[in-house]
Structures are given as structure tokens and as C-alpha cells.
């Protein structure tokens, strides 16, 4: 039984556990075919309408190569000057014409909020890639699986979530997936004061079914305990006034030194990428790159299996593509 046939994700407010435990059980079957070992073509016909009115890299690639590895086709968009946001169009008129040429749509948006609107507009799937400050379900599912995938089940761990945590949508949906999916999380929230976890995503913790604690930091130094860290980029472009920004910029910081002196053996470290590597700013600095702490890039690795899942479930193909498997006859690189 598939509960996320027709289902949009616009929010992990509106998934619940057992959603999210199919999604990962379904991205474990994805990984042959995400990794390029075996080929399927089980969405061959059908169109993603890849809606970008925001700068990205990873979310909009991933969804289209996920749609890709599906066999699907992709048409996207990518900001707003090439669509006709600019001539004044609503995004209820943009998604109900995109809803009638689709099967489903991905959504990035200035507007919190707005993936839910879309949703509201058409009749087809809609998938949050990423609602101003709102949520980014799609990316908190693919972090949560690679904490899985490293140290299993994360009951009872501490996770340290740092910097711009009032901005950052990735924290938001991350924080409220570990609350819904396990049991005793310690959160440390280390935040600049003025940054701190909005109170709504504390509210979606203490509602959540299971017992969580949360205390608030703005040191570095309070990852000591942590068995896992998430840092992010302080969101530059949510700040109205620049100088605000400013202020903010390079407060928390995590470089080798930090972590060798201050991290648990065996941490995890997490990022949602994109870093800020400008001088300055720098908040995860590039003398851990190669570090086998850092698990960055098993996060963007795992956007594909993880988004061709929900792919899969949502249009109900899930089941068919073991006996849709072929071989892939081009070269592929072995994995280090
Ligand atoms: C994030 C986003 O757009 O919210 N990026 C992503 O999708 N991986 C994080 C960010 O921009 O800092």
C-alpha cells in the first residue's frame, strides 16, 4: 500500500513518519539506479515541470536527473526573467497552465508558502524544492538518510544545528523530520543572537509525539557533545537591510582546528551546500574538504536516490522498477 500516490510534499508539517520510512526504504531500492548500476525507464512519457523563481544549483539538477533516471523528460525553469512572473502573471495563472502540461511539478519560491499555493492550484503532485523561509522537505529527507545511512537510527544523539537558524529553511525542515522520525534528540540550537530557531519549528519539535530537549547556544564551543553537526550559510538574501547582514556574517565558524580541538571523535558533519566560501564568510572552511567527517557531498550523492523515491511513490511506479531493470551500457567510474 502506497500512502503518497498522488500526494504533494510541500511541507514535512504534513508528512508523517511512516511517509518518510517509505521514502527511505524506497531510496535504498533507488541507489543501483541513482548510482548508475542499473537502468529503468519506468516514467518514460511523463514530464517534470521544474519550476526554479530562485537561484539554485543541487535542488533543480538533482530533481531533473532524478526525473531523468526515471525516464522521465524534464522542462524547467530558472528564475523569473525568462517566464512571465515578469509581465505581472500570479503564480496561481503560472500553475495552473504548468499543471495542465505536467505530471508533476517542483517548486522553488521567494514566497513561504508558495509551494502550498501551487499545490492548491493544479490537480498533479507538487514537491517543495524550497519556499523562502518557510521549508525544504525534499533536502531535510535526503540529510536524515545520510545520518541513516552513517550511524543508523539517531534515537537519543545529540545534534547541533548551526548558524543562521531563523533564516535557514534546510534547519527548519531538518529539525522538524528528526523530531517527527525519532525518539529523545538532544538539540543544540548554536545561533548569533537575533538568528535563533523560530519559535514555530520549537513548537513542531514539542508537538511532535516524542520527548526532545533544546537549549539555545551562541558559542562554538557547544558542538563538544555533539554526535552530529549541521551548520549553514547565513542566509544573505533574506536580510532586507545589507548591513544586518554584515553583522551576522563569519560569526560561527568550523574549520579542522575547531573540530579536532572541540569534536567528538567519529562526528558527523553536515551542510546543505551552498557553502559561503567568500572571505569573510567562510562558515565551513575548505581545509576540511577530503575529511572524512564531513559527509557534504554523501548528502548531494544522496539528493538522487532520495528524490527519485518520492518521484516514484508519488506517481506510483515504486513497485515496477526491479522488473523494469536493465543494465547500463555506457562507462561508469567506480566509487572511491
Ligand atoms: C539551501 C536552500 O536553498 O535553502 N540549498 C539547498 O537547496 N541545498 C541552503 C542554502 O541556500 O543555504
Redesign the pocket.
Known sequence: MNNLKGKDLTSIEGLDAADARAIFDTAKLMEPFAFRQKLTRVLEGAVLANLFFEP?T??RISFGTAFNRLGGEVRDTSGTETTSITKGESLYDTARVVGGYADVITVRHPKTGAAKEVADAVDVPVING?DGVGE?PT?ALLDVYTIEARLGKPNGKTIAIVGDLKF???IHSFARLLSKMYQGINFKFIAPNGLQMPENVRESIRTSGSQHTMTDHDSINAISDADVIYI??T?EERFADPAEYERYKGKLRIDKKTLDTLGKPGVMLLH???RDSREGSNELDHDLDGDPRLAMFNQTDNGIPVRMAIFALVLDVADQIEKTARPVNWHVPKKP
Do not use: D, F, N
Open positions: 539554485s543541487r535542488t524550497g525544504h533536502q535557514a529553511r534546510v549553514t550559510r542566509q546543505p551546500m551552498p
